[in-house]
Structures are given as structure tokens and as C-alpha cells.
């Protein structure tokens, strides 16, 4: 377990977090910006590869607020896994000899605009290139989706390319951006 300033990041625990998946990818906004596949309501068996990529691999965590950030209506002696929820932050298919890997993050959209997504992204971001030796880190960003356009490019992460007409959303085409960040890079941002 990992924490920030104002969140945990913490291994996915079947028994409470896989009815919180279920609920975070069946939003209709979160589907329309994280998933290129066809918009459908998700079932557990449709999540196998996202339970799966919590569940092993190189870092993927639940990302959960501490008890300074639950909403103040919310005893923290009585917060449930619900009440503190964020999102998911991971980054899979590393690539051993190249050291390339994909970054993911997913939040649920009560915590949109909280800065959340950056202090998650910051955290995983510096440790895939101090901790893990990771080289390169990359993603892709639907054009509909300018507010993770704008986290990823605050982070560091760089254009490299474009995907024109990608994917078919509420009757138009749209693109997507691939983005990369390199570890030369960060480490010139951020000297010892």
C-alpha cells in the first residue's frame, strides 16, 4: 500500500472492490472514455481482463481517498469501500527487455475535478521510473476526453501520434492521441 497527501493506493480486494469495478465501468461517461470496445453494460465476466490486470502484473492499484478527503458528511469510522473509491491507476504489458509499459487510470466521476487524477498519476508516474526501471511509458487519449488529454500532457507525457476517426461515439468519429513519456525526460524534469 502507497499513500499520498490525500489518497491510498492499495491492492484490489476481491470481497468489496469487484461490485465497485462492476459500478465504475457500467457509467456511461467512463465507458465513453476509457473503452474503445462497444458501449454495453458490463458484467463480471466482461472485467475478467481489468480484475485480472489488478491482480498480477507490474502495478495496478485501487486508488481510495484517506479520511481527510471523505466528504464531510462521511464518519470515517463508518466510511465504506464505497465512500472512498476513487478510481484505478496501472500500468501493464512492460515489456521486460525494452522496459516500455501502458498507463491506465480510471476515476469514478464524483471525483472528477478534485485533482485526484493528477496526485494518482503523479505518484505512479514517478515510481515506474525511479523504483521499477521503466524507460518508456505510453497511453492513448480519446479527443473526447480533454481533461486526461490535459492531466496526461501536465504530467509530462508527450504527443507522438494520432489515430484519425478511431472509434464510432454518439453518432460521429473520434480520434485518438498516443502519448508517451520517457524516463531521459523525467529525470531532466525532475533532478536530484
Known amino acids: 500500500m502507497f499513500t499520498t497527501d490525500r489518497l491510498r493506493?492499495?491492492?484490489?480486494?476481491?470481497?468489496?472492490?469487484?461490485?465497485?469495478?462492476?459500478?465504475?465501468?457500467?457509467?456511461?461517461?467512463?465507458q465513453a472514455t476509457v473503452f474503445a470496445g462497444d458501449f454495453t453494460p458490463r458484467t463480471e465476466k466482461?472485467?475478467?481482463?481489468?480484475?485480472?490486470?489488478?491482480?498480477?502484473?507490474?502495478?495496478?492499484?485501487?486508488?481510495?481517498?484517506?479520511d481527510?478527503?471523505?466528504?464531510?458528511?462521511?464518519?470515517?469510522?463508518?466510511?465504506?469501500?464505497?465512500?472512498?473509491f476513487v478510481g484505478i491507476v496501472s500500468l501493464h504489458s512492460i515489456h521486460a527487455r525494452n522496459r516500455c509499459g501502458e498507463f491506465t487510470i480510471a476515476l469514478?466521476?464524483?471525483?472528477?475535478?478534485?485533482?485526484?487524477?493528477?496526485?494518482?498519476?503523479?505518484?505512479?508516474?514517478?515510481?515506474?521510473?525511479?523504483?521499477?526501471?521503466v524507460n518508456r511509458l505510453q497511453l492513448g487519449v480519446f479527443d473526447d476526453n480533454p481533461r486526461a488529454k490535459k492531466l496526461y500532457e501536465k504530467l509530462g507525457?508527450?504527443?507522438?501520434?494520432?489515430?484519425?476517426?478511431?472509434?464510432?461515439?454518439n453518432g460521429g468519429w473520434v480520434g485518438e492521441t498516443l502519448m508517451a513519456y520517457l524516463a531521459k525526460n523525467w529525470f531532466s524534469q525532475h533532478p536530484k
Open 68 to 84: 481527510s478527503e471523505l466528504p464531510p458528511y462521511i464518519n470515517p469510522l463508518n466510511a465504506t469501500e464505497k465512500h472512498r
Open 9 to 30: 493506493l492499495r491492492a484490489y480486494k476481491e470481497s468489496t472492490d469487484k461490485a465497485l469495478l462492476i459500478e465504475l465501468c457500467n457509467t456511461a461517461v467512463v
Open 157 to 169: 507525457f508527450v504527443k507522438e501520434g494520432y489515430r484519425e476517426d478511431f472509434r464510432w461515439v
Open 108 to 133: 469514478a466521476s464524483p471525483a472528477w475535478g478534485k485533482g485526484y487524477g493528477f496526485e494518482a498519476s503523479k505518484f505512479v508516474v514517478e515510481h515506474a521510473f525511479l523504483n521499477m526501471g
Open 46 to 66: 466482461n472485467l475478467e481482463s481489468v480484475i485480472d490486470k489488478l491482480t498480477t502484473g507490474s502495478f495496478h492499484a485501487i486508488i481510495e481517498r484517506l
